[in-house]
């Protein structure tokens, strides 16, 4: 499994951000996801289980479902794979979010990717750091643009 990680400084209030990364059902707007579906529900009504669709770049089709959880006080969402099929076998991941001041908050995103088919471990590896860069500086538009 290939293991990425980078963070990033939002301004904006931790709950605005904590928000955003949990309205799964949103993610096909920003997030280069085609298809969201929330299979369970927990505590509160947050989603505990939900199923995506995606597209990844030449490699092709993908889906998963990912199990969530919450830590304490919102301060960062985990999920690992309960399912897949396609381009990708596994997904574990997590962001942490730390609250610098009342309205700005740093967020860092880890993840975890085995994918279904054989590449080269430089593509794989430069490849996670795209996707981290990438879903960072999208979650941080799609916050600070309300």
Do not use: C
Not at 24 to 38: M, N
Not at 67 to 93: C, K, L, N, Q
Not at 97 to 117: D, F, H, M
Not at 123 to 135: T, W
């Amino acid at each position: 499994m290939d293991h990425a990680e980078g963070s990033i400084v939002i301004d904006a209030p931790l709950e605005d951000v904590m928000e955003v990364i949990e309205d799964y059902e949103a993610y096909t707007e920003w997030a280069d996801v085609r298809t969201v579906d929330v299979r369970q529900r927990g505590e509160g009504g947050r989603a505990t289980e939900v199923a995506f669709e995606v597209d990844v770049p030449v490699l092709g089709k993908a889906s998963y479902t990912l199990a969530y959880r919450y830590a304490p006080g919102d301060t960062g969402v985990s999920w690992t794979t309960s399912e897949a099929r396609g381009a990708i076998r596994d997904i574990r991941g997590e962001y942490l979010l730390n609250e610098l001041s009342e309205s700005q908050t740093e967020v860092t995103y880890r993840l975890g990717v085995e994918i279904g088919v054989l590449v080269p471990g430089f593509l794989r590896s430069e490849g996670a750091k795209r996707v981290i860069e990438n879903a960072l500086e999208k979650l941080k538009r799609r916050v600070e643009m309300g």
